[in-house]
């Protein structure tokens, strides 16, 4: 099983984690990388998903005020 470390929101936006939880249910999305593979090329893949991932989420959150 994989040990994952969280990190709030990029540039310190209060993104709705229910609503990023809705989206993408399958996976945890926040800068999530894997302690135990951290020097590994899939946690590394996984860690640059994760990050444009919420990035992309906080610009739809920007033009969709009922998101907010």
């Given amino acids: 099983m994989s040990v994952y470390t969280f990190y ?4 310190g936006r209060d993104v709705d984690f ?3 939880s809705m ?3 399958r ?13 590994n090329q899939k946690a590394r893949n996984e860690k640059v998903r994760n ?10 959150a920007e033009r ?5």
């Fill in 8 to 11: 709030p929101p990029a540039a």
């Fill in 18 to 20: 229910r609503m990023v």
């Fill in 23 to 25: 989206l993408f249910a």
């Fill in 27 to 39: 996976e945890p999305v926040w800068y999530a990388f894997l302690r135990k593979e951290r020097g």
């Fill in 51 to 60: 990050v444009k991932i919420v990035n992309r989420f906080s610009q739809l």
């Fill in 64 to 68: 969709c005020p009922e998101l907010q």
